[in-house]
């Protein structure tokens, strides 16, 4: 049935990804959900996520005065535009957020991005992870489209690339560790800094090798 938002209390970590993915999710959800978080969060900047939520039908309440961190209120209306055009502000992990929680919002709507610099990279990251997962979308130039007629639903087995970061993390335990480190999945050859840290491996006397994939 997904998340339900509604009078709720969440505690999202130190990421501030985790804390607009959970809230862009939430926007669907008529109510008021508070929002708590580590020290990271709470001296965090969230003053462009409060300027980008009205677009949403919603707003966001900071309850520590003279903060723009954790925690929050967030007021959801449940109810927006079929057409969103997106201040040039909204920091790159929210639009991430928005593109991954839109097709849950069971509503149709349609995202532009164009006058946000981030938005190519926001594409970049979240499509092929629709696109993998069977979510239908449409896409003209910088406007995504999401039909709504149902919430979409999570595949049984998700197909989701390894992670370049924690990938890289995991395999240099063979270097602290005298060892083989083997990890099973597909290799995210075109995911940002997945180069760069291959790069690194070697480096430092690794020889990552690949195999079927």
């Not at 995504?144 to 924690?166: H, N, R, T, V, Y």
Request: aromatic share 8%.
């Amino acid at each position: 049935e997904g998340l339900r938002f509604g009078e709720k209390v969440i505690y999202v970590g130190e990421d501030p990804l985790h804390f607009y993915l959970l809230s862009a999710l939430a926007l669907a959800s008529p109510g008021k959900v508070k929002f708590t978080g580590g020290s990271n969060l709470k001296l965090a900047d969230l003053s462009v996520w409060r300027n980008t939520l009205p677009a949403f039908g919603a707003r966001q309440a900071h309850l520590v005065p003279k903060s723009n961190g954790l925690p929050v209120h967030i007021e959801c209306s449940a109810l927006f535009d079929e057409e969103i055009t997106l201040p040039e502000f909204t920091p790159l992990d929210g639009l991430i957020a928005l593109l991954l929680a839109a097709p849950f919002w069971g509503a149709p709507v349609k995202i532009n991005g164009a006058a946000n610099p981030a938005w190519p990279a926001a594409l970049a990251e979240a499509l092929p992870i629709l696109k993998k997962n069977g979510v239908l979308f449409s896409r003209v130039k910088d406007v995504i489209q999401f039909c709504g007629d149902k919430p979409a639903a999570m595949p049984p087995s998700p197909e989701l690339p390894l992670d370049p970061l924690l990938s890289a993390l995991f395999l240099s335990i063979a270097a602290l560790n005298p060892g083989k480190v083997k990890l099973a999945g597909t290799w995210a050859v075109h995911a940002p800094g997945a180069e760069t840290l291959r790069a690194l491996l070697n480096w430092t006397g690794l020889r990552p090798q690949e195999k079927d994939g």
